[in-house]
């Protein structure tokens, strides 16, 4: 079964690579997925695993650590559920 959800992180998240810390730590969950920056300042994306503990460590990833220099306000999980098939092979981020 594999287990997904779409995110939204506000705060300072642009311009402090919050996008390639949020890759590394999915591929070393082994998570697939994307990220990418919004017009809104935000940064959004989606994250699928058959491992659900995983996902709850990446939530907490993007809840409370991100990369160094960014301050996270909240983050929003939306679209919690399971899906038949992986919508990518990988972890990418989106330009």
Request: hydrophobic share 30%.
């Given at each position: 079964?594999?287990?997904?959800?779409?995110?939204?992180?506000?705060?300072?998240?642009?311009?402090?690579?919050?996008?390639?810390?949020?890759?590394?730590?999915?591929?070393?969950?082994?998570?697939?997925?994307?990220?990418?920056?919004?017009?809104?300042?935000?940064?959004?994306?989606?994250?699928?695993?058959?491992?659900?503990?995983?996902?709850?460590?990446?939530?907490?990833?993007?809840?409370?650590?991100?990369?160094?220099?960014?301050?996270i306000?909240?983050?929003?999980?939306?679209?919690?559920?399971?899906?038949?098939?992986?919508?990518?092979?990988?972890?990418?981020?989106?330009?």
């Amino acid at each position: 079964m594999i287990h997904s959800f779409d995110f939204e992180v506000f705060g300072k998240v642009q311009g402090v690579f919050f996008r390639k810390y949020t890759k590394l730590e999915a591929d070393k969950l082994n998570i697939k997925g994307h990220v990418r920056n919004t017009d809104n300042n935000t940064v959004v994306g989606r994250a699928e695993s058959n491992d659900k503990e995983s996902l709850e460590t990446f939530k907490n990833f993007l809840s409370h650590v991100g990369s160094p220099s960014s301050r996270i306000d909240k983050c929003v999980i939306t679209n919690e559920g399971t899906v038949d098939t992986y919508s990518s092979k990988d972890f990418f981020i989106k330009r």
